[in-house]
């Protein structure tokens, strides 16, 4: 099966995962999706940040080809997901339901079944699930029945199942939403180390923090449109400069240190309600050496100094007017929708 995956990409040039134009999905009259362009490059984690019923869910279903785009077109690996749907099956894995065909059964009889549908056979299934299991954490509970497992536990199993082919592409539909942060930091570990050995990953999200971590590219993504797209740093910059951050030891010198700092730099800084605390926005990094010369020229010690770049909150509220957050009675209830209608 992984040689049938691995010929399907050497067939194309491999640089884009994923190439979507102008997708649209709409439920009656809510335009859950509105015209969605995605590029998600080979061998990289690309992140989809937005809040609940902002489309990210529908959007991963036509790419994964569960649900018909009303308008707009997509490719997986060069292949169209309407018209060679059957392809790209075999080229993706999607997680966001629960993996198992029979709560009383255990992990590993729910992942050799799963193994044995994609066609492998009894010894290499039963291989393959003890393997996914060591890798997540889950040997101890292996023989335990689902019914059992904890919220954590079979979200972990559900990226397991989804591994079971290796497929090039990996979907993971907000794959760490009500996880402790312990496990969540063992899920972050796992999408990097499957980027590493091969995967492409495009990942949706509502934690800045998970986006922040893991992204390579992130599409931030509001009433079904993508509103920004670019790397961290890009996003980060395109709504405000980083801003440097000093404390003096002896709260007599502050006001010294202010008129320096602004002379220096030539901007307006702002001092803090904490004691001895400046913050002074940062346009040229050049000049920081030459602060810090004349504040010693001027007798003024730091006890601490830092650059502060702008959060993804502060990009997101900026870009949409609204923190990913969103209020619960202004989320829509898309996902529901998306699993109504089904190609």
Known sequence: MDHLYRKQLDNNHGEWAVEARGLVKAFGSNRAVDGVDLNVRTGSIYGVLGPNGAGKTTAIRML??????????????????????QIVRQLIGVTGQYASVDESLSATENLIIFSRLLGLGRAEAKRKADELLEEFGLTEAARRPLKNFSGG??????????????????????????????????????????????????LTTQYLDEADQLADRIAVIDHGRVVAEGTVDELKASVGT????????????????????????????????????????????????????????????????????PSLDEVFLTLTGHGVKEDASQASNESNKAEEVRV
Do not use: C, Y
């Open 64 to 85: 994964a080809t569960l649900l018909r785009p009303d308008a707009g077109s997509a490719r997986i690996f060069g292949h169209d997901v309407v018209k060679e749907s």
């Open 242 to 309: 980083s801003s440097l951050q000093l404390r003096v030891q002896n709260s007599l010198d502050i006001e010294n240190a202010r008129r320096t700092i602004e002379q220096v730099l030539k901007v307006q800084s702002i001092v803090s309600s904490e004691a001895g605390k400046i913050t002074a926005p940062m346009a040229n990094a050049d000049l920081v050496t030459d602060l810090l010369i004349a504040l010693r020229a001027e007798g003024i010690h730091l006890a601490e100094m830092s650059v502060q770049k």
């Open 153 to 202: 536990m079979r979200r972990r199993l559900d990226l397991a199942a989804s591994l079971i082919a290796q497929p090039p592409l990996i979907f993971l539909d907000e794959p760490t939403t009500g996880l402790d942060p312990r496990t969540r930091a063992q899920m972050w570990d796992t999408i990097r180390r499957l980027v590493k050995t091969g995967s492409t990953v495009l």
